[in-house]
């Protein structure tokens, strides 16, 4: 049985947070390569200029601990600075960072995991024949082969300083001698924080293997179940399948949010999504939102793409304790390499230097 279709809102975002001009692009973003050799999304906002930052050694466990939590409301962008917990994360606008690994632990005073670099995706009909060995894409045959369903985070410096706290990090499978350097660029805005991710290929990469998707990761509580967005619509999209989507403001519940397959596989994503947030459907207070700069593409559900690519039949799919979601700066396309032509060229993603940016912002 099909789900239910999401109910469609007031097509016009609320004031103040979409230009006029974003609300109904012309055509799909594309990935394009600026001057100084880094990939956007075209209608992006130009490249701002990052501060100088000085590096800083990580803190250790032996470090002055301060009990006051800056705020943004009480400091300048220019005079924010952090402090270090007692709990040992890394007091930061609002949000607190894992002094360690650099990751964003809580949002707004409510824990969350992530957001972190992740590229895989659960794989379709179109990667491989249920029952049988991978026979579709050629692209994905390779996928699981190079060990891109296993990748290793590395941090290797976390550094706060004025208004900026910067995380440099890797990410790679763990028996190979290519990966990823990506380096987080974290800002403070009212009411939340703001994500700037930059990534390129490090090492040997394969000639010709695609990646599966680029994007970040994040996991929240179960409770923020009620999903609204603004942008494709009310069904699921990807870049060669949207045809029968358009732009919309919708509004849905997470589980709502999948699309039954009778063979567990990647679905439900939202493309072009100029905000998203999630609350709870009780109407409780709290919650996340998300603002692309200018688009992301949304997908969020009740377990991970690991145990999507596991599971073999829906019955095997369990709610895990958190709401896992995906912001994806873009995806591999689908093809129809089960019964047809792989995925054509224009939808291919192709590993180079890249440029991703969002808001998070706690909702009261």
Do not use: K
């Not at 930052?53 to 002055?64: E, G, K, N």
């Not at 599966?212 to 999903?227: D, E, H, Q």
């Not at 994503?269 to 688009?295: K, M, N, Q, Y």
């Amino acid at each position: 049985m099909s789900p239910a279709l999401p109910r469609h809102l007031d097509p016009a975002p609320p004031p103040g947070t979409l230009p006029a001009r974003a609300a109904f692009p012309s055509s799909a973003p594309r990935l394009s390569l600026d001057g100084d050799w880094r990939f956007r999304l075209e209608g992006a906002p130009p490249h701002e200029p990052e501060p100088a930052v000085r590096h800083r050694r990580r803190p250790s466990a032996t470090d002055q601990h301060s009990t006051d939590r800056l705020s943004t409301d009480d400091l300048s962008a220019n005079q924010l600075s952090t402090c270090t917990l007692p709990t040992g994360q890394l007091a930061f606008g609002e949000g607190a960072f894992d002094v360690h690994t650099g990751r964003l632990r809580s949002l707004g005073g409510t824990e969350l995991a992530g957001p972190v670099l992740d590229i895989w995706r659960a794989m379709t009909d179109n990667d491989r024949e249920p029952g049988a060995e991978l026979r579709g894409s050629e692209a994905a045959r390779t996928w699981r082969q190079r060990g891109l369903d296993r990748m290793r985070h590395r941090t290797d410096r976390v550094c706060a300083d004025g208004p900026d706290l910067t995380v440099h990090s890797r990410l790679a499978p763990a028996s190979e001698q290519f990966g990823l350097l990506a380096t987080y660029h974290w800002s403070a805005v009212p009411g939340g924080l703001r994500l700037r991710l930059t990534a390129a290929p490090d090492g040997p990469w394969p000639e010709d293997m695609p990646l599966p998707r680029i994007g970040v990761r994040l996991a929240l509580p179960a409770s923020w179940s009620l999903v609204r967005w603004f942008g494709l619509g009310p069904g699921e999209s990807y870049p060669n399948s949207r045809a029968a989507v358009r732009v919309g403001r919708w509004e849905h519940t997470v589980d709502a949010l999948q699309f039954p397959y009778t063979f567990p596989q990647e679905n439900g994503h939202r493309s072009e999504v100029r905000w998203a947030e999630l609350t709870p459907s009780d109407g409780a207070a709290g919650g996340i939102r998300f603002e692309g700069r200018p688009h992301f593409g949304f997908t969020a559900r009740r377990w991970t793409s690991q145990d999507l690519d596991t599971a073999r039949h829906p019955h095997e799919l369990v709610a895990r304790d958190r709401v896992h979601v995906h912001l994806d700066l873009a995806q591999h396309g689908l093809g129809s390499a089960s019964c047809g032509p792989d995925t054509l060229p224009a939808h291919r993603l192709t590993a180079a230097p890249m440029e991703f940016a969002v808001v998070l912002r706690a909702t009261p």
